[in-house]
Nanobody, 123 residues
Framework: DVQLQASGGGLVQPGGSLRLSCVAS????????IGWFRQAPGTEREGVAC????????YYSEAAKDRFTVSRDNAKNTVYLQMNAVKPEDAGIYFC????????????????WGQGTLVTVSS
C-alpha cells in the first residue's frame, strides 16, 4: 500500500511563494530518495528537486536551485517543496515520487508516484 499524495498547489502571482507537500503512506519516507518533478504545458516532465535518505544531500535543477527549497518532516512522513520568487515558467503539474535508491532526475527510474498538484502562475 505504498502511496504518495501531493498537495498545496494553486494560483500564485509572479514573484510570489507557494509550499507544496508530499505525504507518504505505506513506507518510511526517510529511508528513500524523494523527488519532485513537474510537467509544464506542452513540455516533457522534468526533475525539480530531490532529497536522499536520512536527509542526505539535496539536489535541484538549474531552474530551481536558487529559488526552491526541499525540507522533510519525519514525524509527519512528509516532504515539502518551498517555491519562492515564482516565475511564469514554473507553472505546471508537480509530482512527488519515491525511488528505492538514491536521487536522480530520471523519472523512469522512480518506483511510485503521487497524483500531482497543479501550480498556476498568473497576475
Amino acid at each position: 500500500d505504498v502511496q504518495l499524495q501531493a498537495s498545496g498547489g494553486g494560483l500564485v502571482q509572479p514573484g510570489g511563494s507557494l509550499r507544496l507537500s508530499c505525504v507518504a503512506s505505506g513506507f518510511i519516507l526517510d529511508h528513500y530518495a524523494i523527488g519532485w518533478f513537474r510537467q509544464a504545458p506542452g513540455t516533457e516532465r522534468e526533475g525539480v528537486a530531490c532529497v536522499n535518505e536520512n536527509n542526505g544531500r539535496f539536489y535541484y535543477s538549474e531552474a530551481a536551485k536558487d529559488r526552491f527549497t526541499v525540507s522533510r518532516d519525519n514525524a509527519k512522513n512528509t516532504v515539502y517543496l518551498q517555491m519562492n520568487a515564482v516565475k511564469p515558467e514554473d507553472a505546471g503539474i508537480y509530482f512527488c515520487a519515491v525511488r528505492y535508491s538514491t536521487c536522480n532526475f530520471r523519472g523512469a527510474q522512480y518506483d511510485n508516484w503521487g497524483q500531482g498538484t497543479l501550480v498556476t502562475v498568473s497576475s
